[in-house]
C-alpha cells in the first residue's frame, strides 16, 4: 500500500511542480525513480526526525506541499512536538505519512509498533488523519492529501496488501459500505482489513450477513454520514489494529454517546499493554481477537444472541 | 557612535525598542524582561539596517527561535510600522492582541509560532532551503538562545544544514549566559560554541553583542557557500543596570517603581 499511495503521489506531482517528498532514511527503493526524474524534489533528511519535521513546516511555509515519509514512530512519536507546533498549530498542509501501521512490523518488537497512533492525532487539532484500507484507498489518500490546505496524516501499513474496493472511484471522506447487511455492522479500518474480509467471506459462507462498512477518514469523523447507516443495527463491532481505548472504538464510543442509538457497541482491537510476545502479525492478530476467525467469532456470539433472544420471545 | 550609523538612528532605536519592553513587561506583569533585553541590539540592526521589507511579499524573514523573547519581537515590529498600531499595547493581557510566545496568526510580521525551545531554527531552515529552491533573492535570519542550544533538534540541523548550501541563513546565537536556572557555560560543555559550529561545517563568527558594527560586519560577511552562525555575546538584561547579569530577570516582573527606574536610565 505504501508503493501505492507514494505512486499516485508522485503521478500527481508532475502536474504540482511543488510537491516535495522528505523521506527520514526510510523507504527503500520506494523513491528510485523519483530520485532520478525529479532529484530536487526529494531529500533524504537522514535519522534526525525533529529537524525533519520542522524543516518541513519551513519548506511549506515556502510555497511546497511537503510529503514526509517515514516509519509511524518516527512521524509522530520521537518529533510529536514539532508535529504539534510547527506543522498542526500553523496549520501547514504537510502530509505526515506514516508506514508500518499496527503490528504489521511485527515480530520487530514494540518500539516498531504503532497502537497508539490515533489517539495522539485526536490531540492535534487541525490535523486530518486517513487509514486506508486497500491500495485504491491509498491513491484516493494521496489525492486528498495533495489538495488539502491543513495537514494530514495517512497511516499506511506495507506492501502487498490486497484490493478490496471493486472500483477506484471513491470519495475517501465518506464512510465505504462494502457490504450491505443487517443486525451487525463491523467498522474497520487500515491494516486489520484482510481479516475483516476474511471474515465476512466466511460468514457470508454460514448465510450471515452484517453490514461492513470501511472508515478511511478518522478525523474528523464523518458522523453525519455514518450515523444514518448505523440506524437499524443491533450490535456494532469496531475492529481494528489499534489500542481500543484511544482509536476507533472509543471513538465511536463518544459518537454513541451523542446520538440516540439503539446498538450495542463491542470493541476489537490491541489491549492495552506493551507487546513482549515474539509472534509475528497474524499470530498476534489471533492474540488479540482481531484475525478474520475472531472477528467472525464475535459476530457470530452476537447474531445467535439475537437468535437465542427471538426463540426465547417466541 | 559607530561609523556605519552616524547619526546614531539605529542605536536610538535600540534604546526605543527597550522601553518599550520594559512598557510591556510593567503593563503585562509578564516574565522575560531580561531575555528581551539582550537580544534589543540584534533586532535593532536588523529591522533598521539589514532585512529587506519592501515589497512586503518578497520580503527577508526573521524568525525568533527563543519565542520567550517575544517582548523585543513586537517592541521591533511595533516601531518598524509592521504591527497594528496600539497592538504591542495589550500584549499578555485578557483579551490582548499577542501572546507572551509567538503565534504567527496573531500578527504581521511574526513569522514562525515559537515558545518551546528547537523548533523555529529548523522551520528557518526549510523555509531558506525552499526560498533557494525557488531561487527567491530573499534571505532567512533567525535567533536562538544557550539554553535553547542544549536542545538536540539545534544540532539536528546544525549537521544538516550545511550540506544545502544554505547560505541565506544567518543565525545569531544570543549568548548571554544566563538561562533560567543558570549559566550554560557551567550546566554543559558549552564552549568553544563557535568552534562546534565550525566544525559542523559552518561559518561562524564571535562578536560582542551589542556592538550594532560588529554585527554590521558579520551580516555581511562572505559566508563561502555556507550557512552562518554570528554568536552574540551579549549580556542579559542589557540596558538596565540592575537587570543586568542578573539571573532573577528571566522571571521577575516590572514594578511601577522599578519600571521609573529603568526608564531613567533608558533615556
Not at chain 1, 98 to 117: L, N, Q, R
Not at chain 1, 277 to 301: F, N, P
Not at chain 2, 161 to 179: C, E, I, M, S
Request: one cysteine or more; proline letters at 4%; glycine letters at 10%.
Amino acid at each position: 500500500m505504501r508503493s501505492s499511495f507514494i505512486d499516485a503521489v508522485i503521478a500527481l506531482s508532475k502536474e504540482r511542480p511543488e510537491v516535495f517528498i522528505l523521506s527520514g532514511d526510510a523507504g527503500l527503493g520506494v523513491f528510485d525513480q523519483f530520485q532520478r526524474t525529479d532529484p530536487h524534489r526529494f531529500l533524504n533528511m537522514g535519522v534526525a526526525e525533529q529537524n525533519m519535521a520542522g524543516f518541513a513546516a519551513g519548506l511549506a511555509m515556502a510555497g511546497f506541499r511537503v510529503v514526509l515519509y517515514n516509519i509511524i514512530p518516527f512521524v509522530l512519536y520521537r518529533c510529536y512536538e514539532q508535529v504539534r507546533n510547527d506543522i498542526c498549530y500553523q496549520r501547514l498542509p504537510v502530509v505526515l505519512t506514516g508506514i508500518g501501521s499496527g503490528v504489521t512490523y511485527a515480530p520487530a518488537g514494540m518500539t516498531h509498533y504503532s497502537v497508539e497512533d490515533l489517539g495522539i492525532c485526536r490531540t492535534l487539532p487541525n490535523l486530518t488523519v486517513l487509514s486506508p484500507i486497500d491500495p485504491v484507498e491509498a491513491r484516493a489518500a494521496a489525492a486528498f492529501a495533495l489538495q488539502a490546505t491543513a495537514p494530514v496524516y495517512v497511516r499506511l501499513p506495507k506492501r502487498g496488501e490486497p484490493t478490496f474496493h471493486t472500483h477506484g472511484d471513491i470519495d475517501i471522506t465518506l464512510p465505504q459500505v462494502l457490504q450491505v447487511g443487517a443486525e451487525v455492522a463491523l467498522l474497520f479500518h487500515g491494516s486489520v482489513a484482510e481479516e475483516v474480509i476474511a471474515a465476512v467471506e466466511a460468514l457470508g459462507a454460514e448465510g450471515a450477513c452484517p453490514l461492513v462498512i470501511a472508515l478511511p477518514l478518522l478525523q474528523p469523523l464523518a458522523e453525519d454520514a455514518l450515523v444514518p447507516l448505523l440506524a437499524e443495527m443491533r450490535h456494532v463491532v469496531t475492529v481494528e489494529e489499534h489500542f481500543v481505548g484511544c482509536g476507533l472504538g472509543s471513538l465511536i464510543a463518544r459518537l454513541a454517546t451523542r446520538h440516540h442509538v439503539g446498538w450495542r457497541l463491542h470493541t476489537l482491537g490491541i489491549a492495552d499493554g506493551f507487546i513482549h510476545e515474539i509472534q509475528d502479525c497474524r499470530h498476534l492478530r489471533q492474540r488479540h481477537g482481531i484475525s478474520a476467525a475472531g472477528i467472525a467469532a464475535t459476530v457470530r456470539r452476537l447474531l445467535g444472541t439475537r437468535a437465542a433472544a427471538r426463540r426465547k420471545a417466541v | 557612535m559607530s561609523s556605519h550609523d552616524s547619526s546614531g538612528e539605529t542605536r536610538r532605536r535600540a534604546l526605543e525598542i527597550r522601553r518599550r519592553i520594559i512598557d510591556m513587561a510593567h503593563r503585562s506583569g509578564s516574565a522575560h524582561v531580561g531575555s528581551a533585553l539582550s537580544c534589543a541590539d540584534i533586532l535593532a540592526v536588523l529591522y533598521f539596517e539589514v532585512l529587506r521589507l519592501r515589497p512586503w511579499e518578497n520580503r527577508d524573514y526573521f524568525v525568533l527561535s527563543k519565542g520567550h523573547a517575544a517582548m523585543c519581537l513586537y517592541a521591533a515590529l511595533d516601531l518598524s510600522g509592521i504591527l497594528e498600531p496600539g497592538q504591542a499595547d495589550s500584549y499578555f493581557l485578557n483579551d490582548g492582541a499577542l501572546p507572551a510566545h509567538l503565534d504567527r496568526f496573531t500578527g504581521r510580521g511574526i513569522e514562525v509560532s515559537a515558545g518551546s525551545l528547537g523548533h523555529g531554527f529548523n522551520v528557518a531552515l526549510g523555509l531558506a532551503y525552499g526560498l533557494k529552491l525557488r531561487r527567491s533573492p530573499q534571505a532567512v535570519y533567525a535567533l536562538i538562545g544557550d539554553g535553547e542550544s542544549q536542545e538536540g533538534s539545534i544540532w539536528e540541523g546544525a549537521m544538516f544544514a550545511p550540506k544545502l548550501g544554505l547560505d541565506n541563513v544567518t543565525v545569531f546565537l544570543d549568548f548571554n549566559n544566563l538561562q533560567g536556572y543558570g549559566r550554560a557555560t557551567e550546566l554543559c560543555s558549552f564552549e568553544p560554541v563557535a568552534d562546534k559550529w565550525r566544525a559542523f561545517g559552518w561559518h561562524a563568527v564571535d562578536v560582542d553583542g551589542h556592538d550594532h558594527e560588529a554585527l554590521c560586519d558579520a551580516i555581511a560577511q562572505r559566508s563561502g557557500g555556507r550557512p552562518k552562525m554570528i554568536v552574540a555575546r551579549t549580556v542579559k538584561g542589557k540596558g538596565v543596570s540592575f537587570m543586568e547579569d542578573q539571573l532573577v530577570w528571566h522571571y521577575y516582573v516590572v514594578t511601577a517603581e522599578l519600571r521609573a527606574r529603568a526608564m531613567e536610565e533608558l533615556q
